[in-house]
Nanobody, 119 residues
């Protein structure tokens, strides 16, 4: 059964950094596309970043490019390093997974972790 747990969310001030972690249990992520999505207040869920583990290819939303970095150990850990946080990054962040070498739309979701950026 595909399960994972997210952690690392919390409160940060503008300009600060947070690191989100997604730990898989019951499977290894080597043949998965792992992704991070977020849902901002009053908005639909949107893609933040994904990594195709078989190739290492990554893609980022324009709003986070050059500030966020996704990484994976191809085993159980997928991380999202978030630097230069802005108030508009406030959202619930979700880890997603799909057994694929190209399709980043998640077939499985984590429970989400809240990130709040405020001074």
């Amino acid at each position: 059964q595909v399960q994972f747990v997210e952690s690392g969310g919390g409160l940060a001030q503008p300009g600060e950094s947070l690191r989100l972690s997604c730990v898989a249990s019951g499977f290894t992520t080597g043949k998965y596309v792992m992704s991070w999505f977020r849902q901002r207040p009053g908005k639909e869920r949107e893609l933040v970043a994904f990594i195709i583990n078989v190739s290492g290819k990554t893609r980022y939303a324009d709003s986070v490019k050059d500030r966020f970095q996704i990484s994976s150990d191809n085993e159980t850990h997928t991380s999202l390093q978030m630097n230069g946080l802005k108030p508009e990054d406030t959202a619930v962040y979700y880890c997603g997974a799909r057994h694929s070498s190209y399709n980043y739309e998640p077939a499985h979701w984590g429970q989400g972790t809240q990130v709040t950026v405020s001074s």
